[in-house]
Structure formats: C-alpha cells, structure tokens
C-alpha cells in the first residue's frame, strides 16, 4: 500500500473507537510536530509504543509520515455541480472551509504545516501529490463541468483558473497573515473571485 | 527614524563600501537566519562587533530588525504606466521579478522567509507592513491607472485584484512547490493572469 491511498483511506470523517497503529504512529507524529521537535524514526516509535518495523510497513519514508499526518483530520468534499455552479464554488472557499479544513484542523496547524513545507522541498512534494493535488480534484471537476456548459470559455485552463481562485485565500493567509473570518479580508477575497470568474466566463 | 523609514533608505541598489553600523547588524542578523540560528541581541551584538546600544537605537524590537533583513537586497520598482499597461504589469510578474526580489535575494531566503513568518504572526505583520505593502504601491497605482483610463471596470477594486494577480504567483511558489522558470509553470501563471486580466476589463 502506497502512503498515498493509506492517507485516503484514512482521511474521512470515521475514525475507530480503538485506534489502530498507523493512528498511533500519525498521533504520535503530530505531537511532536506540534512541539516543534523533529520528527524521527526513533521519537515516533518511543511516542507511539508501535514498533519500528510497522512505522517502515507503512511509510516508506519520514516525509511521507509527516505529509500524512499534517493532513491528518482533513476531509476531501464533494463540489455538487448540479445547481449554480458559481455558489457551489464560492460555499467551498468560504462556508465550507471548515469542512474542507477538517474541524481537528486549526489555524496552528495550517501554519505549521506551511513553515515546514517552505523548510523542506521533498515534503513540499510530497504534500502537493498526495494531497493537495487530491482535494483539488472536487473543483476542477466543477470547473470542466461550467466549461462543458458553456458556461465559461471553451479554452479556459481550469488549472491555472484554481490556481487563481485558491491564490487568493492563500494571499490572505501567507502574505497579508489576514484570517477569513474577518469582514473586511472576506469581502476583498469575494471581490477578487468575482473578478476571476468574469475572467473564466464565456 | 521608524524600522520603515530606515529599510526604505537601505533598499535601494547602492550599498555603501564601508558598511556602517546598520549594515553590520543586518549581515550578522542574515548570518544567524541563514544558519537556522535563533536571531538574539546577543547573537546580533556578538556576530557584528556592534554594540548593544547600537542595536536598540536602530531597531525598536527584534521582529523589526528580523523583518528588515529578510527585506535587504530587494528594490521596489517602478511600474510604467505611460504604454501598454498590460505589458508593464507582466513585466513586473515575470521578466522584473529578478529586479523585485533583488539580486541578493535568492530562492532559498525567499523559503526561509516564509518559513519565519508562517512560524510568528508578528513578524508576518511586521513583514507585510514595512516591505510588501510599499512594494505593492507601484502596481496598485498601475492598476489604479487603467480604471482611470476606461480600461477596466469602473468598480475594480484594485487592491483585490493585485491580490488575485499575486496570489497566482505565490500559489506556485507556496503550494506546488514549482519554480517560475520552469516552462510549464510559466505558461499556467499566463493564462491565470490572462483569465484575471479579463475580469479587470471594463
């Protein structure tokens, strides 16, 4: 099993009453990132009370274990491309963040998890292919679907046009250190949107 | 003299041939950044030969002193809104971000500054407040030109839209993991800027 489908595996809403060892080892892991403490081999065996040779079965390496667990409680939704498209887009970059982010996914974490990436290009990667590019899939789906309407140009690169809509939360975040929740940040972000969308429409 | 006024002073391309006080501080300050070092008045006091004294009467706190130097090296250019707005805004996205980011500035203090300020929100707003807010003032004047002129909408809001435009950049940089002179990644950012730029148009 590859880290990749073993963090898919694990990344719904269910998690068993008796954690099992790849829990352990992800608890584990996370505690120590969240200590700012480096992650070894040796520190998650002895913080997880798993063996070394089931952290090995299960990882092939320490940047696959850290790229798992800092997405660890984050779930992948589902984009509906019923109905108004634009909404459905605009629900998951606002309302549904806190669905997207997972609610055991606090702003701490997002950080951390964005100061280790920018210190390490290998989890950087790694993070990108197994799950950033996956949580993508939802939109860029959506966003086939308005091309497909005729809703948006027949030759818009959808994505660079995530790339531009996700560019904007992340500006506010990376950049401007501004929160979602405020008012005046959440109302720039929706004025940049709908600029990006007119760009985006037939 | 603020932190702002002073980094304002040492931004530009000259640097003196006999660094004075500030500039000692600054290298030694880099040293210790550069080598994952904690930034400490000690430490600052001990790797320039600078006293003390010297360091408080520039830098009122340590995140100022942090923010400045991870800004050295970098200019703020000028943007030429007298031709083909379009191109100078490009320009300055691609062809100018050697000019942007200085030539002292490379990929790798770029990492290391986000890495710093996703790890203290003070020094993220420090940062945002001394160095990227002055350095957007360019294109935000730019952008404020072509609104006057009827190129783009009359109810732009030209602060949300340099967002999206950068936010294409920083997306690139900050989640993928990709570089801006790789081919592919070059051609992605045109056309999200393309669909941005659309959306500007009146």
């Not at 790849?22 to 998650?44: F, H, M, S």
């Not at 701490?108 to 899939?137: C, G, I, N, P």
Request: charged share 30%.
């Amino acid at each position: 099993m590859t880290a990749t489908q073993g963090a898919g595996r694990r990344s719904g809403p269910g998690r068993p009453p008796e954690p099992g060892h790849d829990e352990k080892i992800i608890q584990a892991t996370l505690r120590l990132i969240d200590q700012g403490k480096p992650v070894t081999v040796n520190a998650v065996v002895t913080g997880s009370g798993v063996s070394r040779a089931a952290v090995y079965r299960r990882w092939s390496s320490l940047t696959d274990l850290v790229s798992d667990a800092l997405d660890h409680g984050r779930a992948i939704p589902e984009v509906d491309v019923s109905g108004d498209l634009r909404q459905a887009v605009l629900e998951m970059l606002f309302e549904r963040q806190e669905e997207a982010r997972g609610v055991t996914y606090p702003q701490r974490r997002f950080r951390k998890r964005l100061e280790l990436v920018m210190s390490d290009q290998e989890l950087q990667w790694a993070y990108w292919t197994s799950h950033v590019s996956r949580r993508r899939r939802g939109m860029i789906e959506a966003l086939r679907a308005g091309v497909d309407r005729g809703e948006f140009r027949a030759d818009l690169d959808v994505e660079a046009a995530l790339d531009a809509l996700l560019g904007v939360i992340y500006y506010q975040l990376v950049v401007r250190g501004a929160s979602l929740s405020d008012r005046e940040t959440e109302l720039r972000c929706r004025h940049a949107l709908d600029t990006i969308w007119r760009g985006m429409q037939a």
